[in-house]
Nanobody, 137 residues
């Protein structure tokens, strides 16, 4: 059974940058879609970005497009989320999540559909504990 551990959160000034890590154990991530989600106090959880680990195909929510980059290191079984030009509204508890997706299914319906739909629906089986990001001066 896969487990995720996030790290890299902290306090950063507006306009600054931060790189979060999501390290997986228990399973190799090659056949997984992994996503980053965030939740600010008093607000609902929202999707940030997701990635098809095998080929690195990414999806970004509009709120972070152009400022955040999701990537993966298959050798380290790790998915990263790097944010630049951070804004106070990026503050939140950032959690990574993942689910295994069959390669045949991806080929049939397309990687864009798979990654985007899973990200928008937060359709993931396993979730980490989160790491707090605070953007404030």
């Amino acid at each position: 059974q896969v487990q995720f551990v996030e790290s890299g959160g902290g306090l950063v000034q507006p306009g600054g940058s931060l790189k979060l890590s999501c390290v997986a154990s228990g399973r190799i991530l090659d056949d997984f879609v992994v996503g980053w989600f965030r939740q600010a106090p008093g607000k609902e959880r929202e999707g940030v970005s997701c990635i098809l680990v095998r080929n690195g195909y990414p999806y970004y929510e509009d709120s972070v497009k152009g400022r955040f980059t999701i990537s993966r290191d298959r050798a380290k079984n790790t998915v990263y989320l790097e944010g630049t030009n951070l804004k106070p509204e990026d503050t939140g508890d950032y959690v990574c999540a993942g689910s295994e997706v069959g390669s045949t299914y991806v080929e049939l319906v397309g990687e864009d559909h798979v990654v985007q739909s899973m990200c928008r629906k937060a359709d993931f089986k396993t979730w980490g504990q989160g790491t707090q990001v605070t953007v404030s001066s």
